[in-house]
């Protein structure tokens, strides 16, 4: 079983990968002759929606371990602000 501690670390963690991985796993993905370039902001938009999930699972789970109801902290960012895009 996981202490309270553990989980407030994966989280931050994930809190870490979330903010870095989608700027480098597009660039990552520019590089890859096998990705279709077109598609690049649909791979890295799935990928952090899995990141977010697994977040959000981690978060209710140490709220329950607490005794509260975790409420869903969403930042509004777009996924071009996300992989640093600029928008014309």
């Given at each position: ?83 640093g895009l600029e928008i014309s």
């Amino acid at each position: 079983m996981n202490s309270q501690l553990d989980l407030q670390k994966r989280v931050q963690v994930l809190d870490e990968i979330i903010e870095s991985r989608a700027t480098e796993r597009s660039a990552e993905l520019k590089k890859d002759p096998r990705i279709d370039q077109e598609r690049i902001v649909d791979v890295v938009r799935l990928e952090l929606a899995e990141l977010r999930a697994e977040r959000e699972i981690l978060l209710n789970e140490l709220s329950a371990r607490r005794g509260v109801q975790h409420e869903p902290k969403e930042k509004h960012v777009s996924l071009e602000q996300e992989l640093g895009l600029e928008i014309s």
